[in-house]
């Protein structure tokens, strides 16, 4: 058994040496030397870092290398403890860490027997050391002046008298190292905080405080900054101005908390509304503004893109909004202005947000719950694309879809196939081109149902046809377009192969075009969707080449048999850049290369024509052949008689 009580050497400035090792004369320089140079080692060890844990582990690490410490251990005084979380407390001192760090427990404090010797005889300004010993273990216990205690933990014995003196100056370095250390950290919390209220304050600033939406000056700043970028980067931005439609009569008979709940309802719904990336503004009473940002290279696609966002609003409003015990209808008015204007300087954020107002009240005075364009022109084209809509909508029922079929022909000119292309007669706009309708269509969810149509009436027609089809014929198949939003509907494939089912058509009757929209999204699900197809005998192919993004990158993942080149390549051959004639000899080659089949669309002459033919493409389809025929030039070209 071994002594439990503490054995104290009180040292510091008498000269007492718990465990006295022979100082003989002869090694007396060397020794002295020594002791130097651990001071200077471990005077040069204090204050490496700005950060006091940091700093003290960097210490103990060079004290335990330097004096062949066990471990060393900091314990810091109450008073001092606060920037450094305490962990247990040791008799008025609070334990910080050790070195190394999984040392903690062979500390003192840990060694309870110990805790009274911190508390009875060490007070901590005595700027000396004690020398404890408790069982094996043998324990020097430095001050460090005004921030607490260095405990250093000795293998075997403990310091020489000369050396363990030697180290008490290095403890008042290290006493102003740690002083150094915590008025840095001090400085650093104050700044932090600080910053923080300076953000508080800024957002405060910037915010409205009832329905936390950025306010009218945060929105000057921000519109003045994205007229720049959209000036810097050759694209559009667009302001929508709404204003509630009569709010007042709200705040007037149901009084203004039910007005403000009403507005934060209101602000969150535009706030959903938004696309990723736009901002919505509260700028006034019942005035909210979106800065819809990159809308589009192109006005057209400014236009459009602004409008749909605008109509979604519109439609979330068209809902009633629950605000206490009332259920309210509000509706809102909507301006809208297109930056910056190519036609104009007045590009500044005053000029787009007066324009965006004077747009507003054009809305308002049309009869209010819409929107209008502040440029009477873009009112035009937005116009048109919601006349196309609504009278789209209702086309399907009233009869006015129909299709035609434009033959594709081998290089001896032979019929083997036919592409059907949806026809639209409106009684009022008369006939409308699927390019002026399609992509408006593809907009709203309206082409799903188009593309519905177009999939039962071409069925329909190649239930006719085929049995009429000699098995000698070249006459293979009949192609049908598919638009992006029907391919990536996610039972495309199941619903298809149900209308052919109904119809009894086989599946090799039909191909399917599409175009490289399809990819953008996601390839790898594009692929997936396409080796289903595969798997059920259901052909296609890869519409409009030449005219997407990337045609040449992804090829070669797609499991595809045959592409079309698009017309705009092709219409006007011999007229043509010698850039588009060289892209077209270079897809030909490519395909063949890749033997991918290809068929040149938009062929109107016979030059044409012959060079294609003379290049060995596969197939061809144009107006030097065959224009789009009615159902009836159809079966007449194929000599069908349609009562057979
Ligand atoms: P597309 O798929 O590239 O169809 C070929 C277009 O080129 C057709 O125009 C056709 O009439 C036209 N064309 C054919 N040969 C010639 C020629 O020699 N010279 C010229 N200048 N043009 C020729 P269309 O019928 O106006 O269709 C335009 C686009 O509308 C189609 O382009 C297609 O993207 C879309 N579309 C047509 N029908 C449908 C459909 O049923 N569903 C879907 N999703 N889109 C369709
Ligand atoms: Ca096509
Ligand atoms: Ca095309």
Redesign the pocket.
């Known amino acids: 058994m071994t002594d439990q009580n503490p054995r104290v050497v009180p040292g510091g400035a008498r000269s007492t040496d718990a465990k006295p090792r022979a100082e003989t004369t002869t090694d007396a320089h060397s020794q002295t030397d020594k002791f130097a140079g651990i001071q200077a080692e471990l005077l040069l060890a204090t204050g490496l870092s700005q950060n006091l844990r940091e700093m003290l582990q960097f210490f103990m690490q060079a004290a335990v290398k330097a004096l062949d410490l066990q471990a060393a251990h900091v314990y810091l005084l109450e008073s001092i403890h606060t920037e450094a979380e305490k962990t247990e407390s040791a008799a008025g001192f609070h334990y910080l860490q050790s070195y190394p760090e999984q040392a903690e427990q062979s500390s003192p404090h840990q060694i309870h027997r110990v805790e009274d010797t911190f508390k009875n005889i060490y007070p901590c300004d005595a700027q000396g050391y004690q020398i404890v010993e408790v069982d094996e273990g043998k324990f020097s216990i430095y001050c460090i002046p005004n921030v607490g205690n260095m405990v250093l933990h000795f293998k075997h014995g403990n310091l020489q008298t000369s050396v363990a003196d030697s180290l008490k100056p290095v403890m008042q370095r290290l006493s102003l190292a740690c002083h150094a250390c915590l008025k840095i950290t001090r400085l650093h919390s104050r700044i932090n905080l600080n910053k923080v209220l300076e953000k508080t304050y800024e957002e405060q600033a910037n915010q409205d405080p009832l329905t936390k939406l950025p306010n009218r000056r945060a929105f000057r700043y921000n519109l003045y900054q994205e007229i720049a970028n959209s000036q810097r980067y050759n694209h559009y931005g667009a302001i929508l101005y709404i204003d509630l439609d009569h709010f007042k009569n709200i705040n007037d008979s149901l009084g203004h908390s039910v007005g403000d709940m009403l507005l934060t309802k209101v602000a969150d719904k535009f706030t959903h509304e938004a696309r990723v990336g736009d901002d919505v503004y509260r700028i006034g009473g019942d005035e909210f503004v979106y800065i819809l940002r990159n809308v589009g290279d192109t006005e057209d696609v400014a236009i459009s893109t602004a409008q749909s966002v605008v109509k979604r609003i519109i439609d979330s409003m068209a809902d009633p909004i629950e605000v206490g015990e009332y259920t309210l209808h509000i509706t809102p008015s909507i301006g809208v202005t297109i930056f910056p204007d190519k036609n104009t300087e007045e590009n500044d954020s005053e000029s787009v947000l007066k324009h965006a107002d004077t747009a507003m009240y054009r809305a308002k005075s049309e009869g209010r719950n819409t929107f209008a364009f502040y440029d009477p022109e873009m009112q035009v084209t937005a116009s048109k694309r919601l006349i196309i809509e609504d009278y789209l909508r209702k086309a399907i029922n009233n009869n006015e879809l129909r299709l035609e079929y434009q033959p594709i022909v081998n290089t001896s000119g032979q019929v083997i196939a036919a ?1 059907s ?1 949806l026809r639209w007669h409106n009684p009022a706009l008369g006939n409308v081109s699927p390019d002026d309708f399609v992509g408006i269509a593809e907009e709203s969810n309206l082409m799903l149902d188009v593309s519905d149509w177009v999939l039962n009436a071409a069925c329909a027609f190649v239930k006719k046809v085929m049995p009429n089809i000699g098995k000698d014929s070249a006459f293979k198949y009949f ?1 049908i ?1 598919i638009s992006p939003k029907q391919f990536k509907q996610q039972n495309f494939v199941t619903k298809l192969v149900e209308v052919l089912n109904k119809y009894g058509i086989a599946h090799k009757d039909i191909r399917l ?1 599409f ?1 490289e929209n399809i990819l953008i999204d996601n390839i790898d699900e594009t692929i997936l969707k396409m080796e289903e197809l595969l798997a059920a005998d259901i052909h296609f ?1 890869l ?2 080449f030449g005219t997407g993004y990337s045609s040449l990158s992804y090829l070669h993942r797609l499991p595809i048999r045959t592409i ?1 080149i698009d017309k705009s390549f092709v219409t006007g051959f011999k007229d043509k850049s010698y850039t588009n004639k060289a892209i077209v000899d270079a897809i030909i080659a490519m395909a063949d290369r890749m033997d991918l089949n290809c068929v040149i ?1 938009g062929v109107e002459t016979k030059e044409d024509a012959a060079y294609f033919i003379n290049k060995g493409v596969f197939a061809m389809q144009g107006y030097h052949y065959h224009r789009p025929l009615s159902a009836q030039g159809f079966l007449n070209l194929m000599k069908i008689d349609e009562k057979a």
Do not use: G, R, V
């Open positions: 592409e292309l192609t377009n075009e175009t192919i519409d409009d079309k669309e």
